[in-house]
């Protein structure tokens, strides 16, 4: 009563893997190349794939007849429904060797350890996830699944990402505050001088624009965003000491 495509309408698919990869704030920033070690089911290095031992004579399969189905009819309240199966003998191929492959037992895949070359590209955030499509595992008779790499970006001892700005403490000397002058800022590009007007606020934010991170897949950074902050000495000298009751004197 009712026909369908059954195998061949839904290929088989290979496991999906996810793998997690650290990388420094840099890395992140900029990008980078990162080699992966996968230990998974893969294509038969030795017969490709076929199942074979390469140069032994192949036939139809006897139980599907060359087709690589079965078909099946079943009995229901509907009617008599027909289905087709990938053939259990051949996995789908239509045929059979003399000599099956003495690597992979003539399943097409073996379990073996690949290097895999991941292009992870600049401006990515951490917990963001890339998607290798074909870097999964293997399937006899179908598509490999796909490789998720989620990336992971350990923090950095100065710099902290917001959206793609960065943003960095800077501990400037009160005297340069009150008076006003340069100050140099390390930024990913390398350091950059700002100028500290005379009066300078502590938390006053300085600006330094494209000098953030890459937009993702895109033109264009964020900028650099330097917030000003008091550098305390913990241990000031005798020098300094006399030079801070002088400044109490003043009101400063």
Sequence with gaps: MFGFGGARGRQARGKDIQVDVQLEFREAAFGVKRQLKLYKAATCHHCKGEGGEP????ASC???DGHGQVRQMQRTMFGTIQ????CPTCQGKGKSWEQTCKVCKGQGVERREEILEVDIPAGISSEETLKVPGAGEAIANGKPGDLYVRILVKPHSRFVREGNDVISEEHVPFSLLALG?????????????????EGTAIGTAFTIR?????????????????RVVAA????PTRE??????ELRKHGL
Excluded: Y
């Design 181 to 197: 002058g340069e100050w140099s800022v390390e930024t990913l590009n390398g350091p950059m001088n700002v100028r500290i007007p």
């Design 55 to 58: 140069g032994s004579k192949t």
């Design 62 to 64: 006897k139980t599907c």
């Design 210 to 226: 494209q000098e953030g991170i890459p937009f993702l897949r895109s033109h264009g950074k964020g900028n650099h965003v330097a």
């Design 232 to 235: 305390v000495p913990k241990k």
């Design 240 to 245: 300094q000491k006399d030079a801070l009751e």
């Design 83 to 86: 289905t087709a199966t990938v």
